[in-house]
Structure formats: C-alpha cells, structure tokens
C-alpha cells in the first residue's frame, strides 16, 4: 500500500495505521494486514486486479459477514464498509482480526498426523449448521435474488452456460454435468450457502474454529452443495481417506452437522463441487492469459484440471454404480 493511499485510509478511518502488510493467499481478493495506533488489529478486504464474474463485490460480502456475525457464526467481527473509490481505488470493508492457521495444507498435514480430527470436523459442522439457519426471504440480503426453484438443475445450467463462454472443450466436465441430470434430486427448502467453506477458507487454532472467511460466492441453495464441497476429494489436500475437507472423518461432519444433513444427497453434490472447482480453475487460468493478472499462483491452478477431470470420471462411475 502506497503512502498516498495510506494516508486517504488513515483519513477515512480517523485512525492512525503504524503497520500495514498484505496477507497472504486470497488469489481473488486481497487481505491487508492493518495495525492502528493503539494496538488494535484489523483486516483490510478489497479487490485484485482481475476478479471472478461470479464473485460478489465487496458491499454484499459485508453484508453476509454482518447476518452471520448476527446469527452467531463464527466470523471476525464486521468493522466498516467503504464503497467510495477515492480513498484507495476499490471499495473495501475493514473487520477485526482474528488468530489461527487456514493453510489448508498444514492443517490437513496436522490432521493426517493424528490420525484425524474428527473433533475440529464436528466444529466446523456446527458451524455450516449455523448458516445455514440463514433463510430466505431477507431483505439485508435481498441483491442474492430469488432461490433456485431446483439447485441442482440450476447449477447444470449455470456451469454449461460458463463451459459455453469460455469456449474450451472440456468432454469430462460435460460428462459430469449429463451424469448430474441423469441422477438430479427432488429439491430441498433453500437456505444461505456459504458457496466456499472449505479447508483453506476456515481459520483454526487447535481443535476449534476461530473464523469462516470468503464469503464472495455465497448465494441461496440446498444445503447439500455446501455439505458436498467440503467432503469433496478435491478439497482433501492430499488425505484422500479423511473425506471431511481431509481434516476428519464424514460421520463425524455430518454429526456435528446435525439434523436436516441427508447423506444420500452427498454423492450428486461432491461430483457438483468437483466440476465446479475445474470450471472455476479454467476461469482462474483464464485471468492470467488475459495479462489482466499476471499470477504464477492462477496459472499453476489452471493445471489441476486434468487431475479434477479424472475425479470426476471416477464419481460419476461410482454414481451410476450406486456405489458413491
């Protein structure tokens, strides 16, 4: 952050900063580390240089941090929120910051030495329980539109429409999709999904939740498309055995979860996460061969695809087999 820009948010803020040093991750948006003269330590949130189509801007995202703060999940406290361009370039919101781990590597290597940890995995099911008692209709979170009338045959539609405009052939993320309509469920009474909650987005320190972060894709949906991205093998960080976002075990999620979690449901939406996370790596590398962003960490992602396309082969067997 330059100086320039230091001192228009220092004027905004009405609040000296003495330290101020960008996080790392957040391939889509930033993360400003700020220390403010009395020692008190915030977050700053604001847009990279090359953003997702998808991804909400930064008013909704304040606005679903501020409803799940106020439902009782486990969020860093929503501070200010900051739409006008003239004081750093971006709009921006400011929240205070919390402490623990979200690498997802480390916490998945963490877990694996242990054998699991199913404790930490009850936690973060109480937590997406918690959110997912966010309901519609609400008018705070009324630019999230109307629900799906049918999730899942929205999301078919919804990724064939990207596939179609990126333009790239891509005959096993296809296969996946036709497998989905082959195997859609009845729909379910929509709730808030979080969209991302993952290993990599949760902050942890020891067994507990300290903080669900990113929420730039939430959107009303079945609650299984949450309960799915996170038991996903793409988001098990190499602990392929520890099928709760490689931390601990299914069970053991579902459990912490609650009632209202139909594992039956699971199978269609794990094979959902991963032909949305090879849509979504595509986009990823995508920014990057535009020179818009040029980013070593976008285009690196865009070389998982043919990994995520063999998972989705192999679910979509295991779906048609019954076996998933």
């Known amino acids: 952050m330059d100086e320039g820009k230091r001192a228009a948010l220092e004027a905004w803020l009405g609040r000296r900063i003495t330290a101020a040093s960008l996080l790392s991750g957040g391939a889509i948006q930033q993360n400003w580390a700020l220390t403010l003269e009395g ?4 977050v700053l949130r604001t847009d990279n240089a090359a953003t997702l189509a998808v991804s909400l801007p930064r008013s909704a995202e304040y606005a679903l941090l501020c409803a799940a703060h106020a439902e009782g999940v486990t969020v860093p406290e929503p501070l200010r929120l900051c739409e006008d361009r003239g004081v750093i370039g971006t709009p921006f919101f400011v929240m205070r910051r919390v402490r623990g781990t979200a690498t997802g590597f480390r916490l998945a290597k963490a877990a694996a030495a242990q054998g699991g940890d199913d404790v930490l995995v009850r936690a973060l099911g109480a937590e997406l329980a918690r959110i997912h008692r966010i309901t519609p209709p609400r008018d705070d979170l009324a630019f999230l539109g109307a629900p799906p009338t049918d999730a899942g045959a929205a999301f078919i539609a919804a990724m064939r429409a990207r596939l179609d405009d990126a333009g790239t052939p891509r005959p096993a993320v296809e296969w996946g999709l036709a497998a989905m309509e082959r195997h859609l469920l009845p729909p379910v009474p929509p709730v808030l999904n979080h969209n991302d909650f993952r290993t990599g987005n949760l902050m942890v320190e020891g067994h507990a939740v300290t903080a669900v972060l990113d929420w730039e894709f939430a959107a009303w949906g079945d609650p299984h498309a949450d309960l799915g991205w996170f038991c996903a093998p793409c988001w098990r960080f190499g602990n392929r055995g520890l099928e709760a976002g490689g931390l601990g075990s299914r069970a053991a999620f579902l459990e912490g979860y609650g009632a ?6 699971l199978p269609f939406w794990e094979l959902a996460a991963t032909i949305r996370w090879a849509v979504i790596a595509a986009d990823q590398g995508a920014r990057h061969l535009s020179g818009v962003e040029r ?30």
């Open 260 to 265: 209202g979690a139909d594992a039956s449901r």
């Open 39 to 42: 020692g008190e330590e915030w």
């Open 295 to 324: 980013s070593l960490e976008l285009a690196l992602t865009a070389q998982i695809i043919p990994e995520l396309e063999m998972d989705i082969l192999a679910q979509v067997e295991a779906l048609d087999a019954g076996t998933a």
